[in-house]
């Protein structure tokens, strides 16, 4: 006989959804993530992306704007917008 209250669950990310009706399967997810954060060149991004993936708290549904919010915390990243250049510090 098993003992229920020992067993870990292990939760992980196989969709992100986008609505009610419209997701991200976790590979395009990826990829829209690096770029809209600018990341392809960062080596390993990919690896690392899904390491953190498989930590993710929440439980499904899981929403775009939440995970790239957590995702963001955790690694200290922020989206690029496509109509506005980085501004260098002087």
Partial sequence: MRDD????????????????????????????????????????IDTTLRATLQRYPGKPPVMVNELNAWIDRKLGYRATHPDFCEQEDV
């Fill in 5 to 44: 209250s020992y067993i870990q669950q292990v939760s992980s990310v196989e969709c992100v959804h986008l609505s009610t009706t419209e997701r991200y399967q976790l590979d395009c997810f990826i990829g829209q993530y690096i770029k809209t954060r600018d990341l392809a060149s960062v080596p390993n």
